[in-house]
Structure formats: structure tokens, C-alpha cells
């Protein structure tokens, strides 16, 4: 199945409560009921099994988990769906923890753990996890430009302007 946040034209970090009012209004917009002509009425039976599945899923990927170790690990799309939808609510730690439940990875994986690590600024980390994602899928362009934009951010760290805005910034968060 396509991303279920996707189907139901939402980002992967909406809330059950997002997720509720994009699947009335898409229910509204092609219920096989409100639909006389066979063929269209058929067309939107199968878009209703689509959005339907998408709704659970998403539901069930928005839910709050506990955070046990019990229980089946999450799949690499649902790591990347949880991590994403945190690291979006400025929460890079949460992020990375959310993908290290997952005890499959890939390049895709790789990738995400490479923006999260990014966004705590630990560049040389950043550029491991994406040279990681390179080497499992050396064709993926979008791989190689984070671990370039890692080992440049790595380069503008270690400048002086670099280090000074580093310590503005710690300053301006206390």
C-alpha cells in the first residue's frame, strides 16, 4: 500500500484528529452511495477500500505508542513515518529514538537517522549514516546530496563564524 498519509493528502505527521477530517471529506467527496452510474460506482468502491485502508493505518501509525520493548519492533516505513512526524516538532532526540526501535534497516533508514543526527548538529555522525544509505543504494542522488551537505556543514562547524554561531545559538537557548 502507498503511504496511507499520502492517499488521504495529508504529511506524514498528522494527528488522529487531522487524519479523521481528511477521511470524511474524502468519504464525502466519492461514496459509492451518492453514485448511480455502474462503472463510476465501481471505480469509487475501490478508492473507498483504498481510503479505508489508509485511514486505519494512518490511525494506527498517529496513535501513541508505549514505549515498550515488548511486542514486534516497527517496520523501517513506520520508524521513518514516527521520526519524521517528531523531528517536524523540532524534537531531534525523539526522533532518533523512534528510529532505533526498528530493528530493520536500509537505506532509507539510513538516510532519515542522517537528517535527524543533521538536526542535533553532529555532522560527522550525519555524514556515516549517509555514506551508510550511499553504500546500500549507491544510484540514490538524494543520498549523496545529505552526505554533501554533511561534510559541508562538518567544514562550516569547524570554522570560526561557525563555532561563534554554535555558541550564540547554545546562549540564545538558555
Known sequence: MNNPFEVLGLKGWADQDEIRTAYRTLVKQCHPDMIQDPQLKEEAQTRMVRLNLAYEEALRLASPKPQSKI???????EAILMAERTLSRDNPQGALRQLLLCDKRD???????????????????????????????????VYRSGALAAVIAQREA???????????RNILKK
Open 71 to 77: 511486542g514486534p519492533s516497527p517496520s523501517v516505513a
Open 107 to 141: 537505506g532509507d533508514w539510513y538516510y532519515m537517522q542522517g537528517k535527524v543526527l543533521m538536526a542535533m548538529e553532529q555532522y560527522e555522525s550525519a555524514h556515516q549514516s549517509f555514506r551508510e544509505a550511499v553504500r546500500r543504494s549507491p544510484e540514490n542522488n
Open 158 to 168: 569547524e570554522t570560526l563564524h561557525g563555532k561563534m554561531k554554535k555558541a550564540f
